[in-house]
Nanobody, 115 residues
């Protein structure tokens, strides 16, 4: 069973930084493509950043140059810099079988950016 537990969300002013973490087993981290998605009220869930099994990364255009996805044996991370109010959303960790694929989800962590 794949378990994903996010942490690190919070409230920050525009221009600030946050680091999200997603705890997972070493087996999960090594077997699946891993990514971060977000969903703002009234919007569809969208992919933010993805990392495949060999460490190659992909980013949504809206976060390129500001967000960095990484992983180690026990966690998936999302370093978010230069945050903007439009980054406000619930952020979800996901594991799947291909780029931007998501078969398993965490419970989400809220990020709020004020202007």
């Amino acid at each position: 069973q794949v378990q994903l537990v996010e942490s690190g969300g919070g409230s920050v002013q525009a221009g600030g930084s946050l680091r999200l973490s997603c705890a997972a087993s070493a087996y999960t981290i090594s077997r699946y493509y891993m990514g971060w998605f977000r969903q703002a009220p009234g919007n569809e869930r969208e992919g933010v950043a993805y990392i495949d099994r060999d460490g190659s990364t992909s980013y949504a255009d809206s976060v390129k140059g500001r967000f960095t996805i990484s992983k180690d044996n026990a966690h998936l991370y999302l370093q978010m810099n230069s945050l903007k109010p439009e980054d406000t959303a619930m952020y979800y960790c996901a594991a799947g079988y291909g780029l931007w694929g998501a078969a398993y989800w965490g419970q989400g962590t809220q990020v709020t950016v004020s202007s």
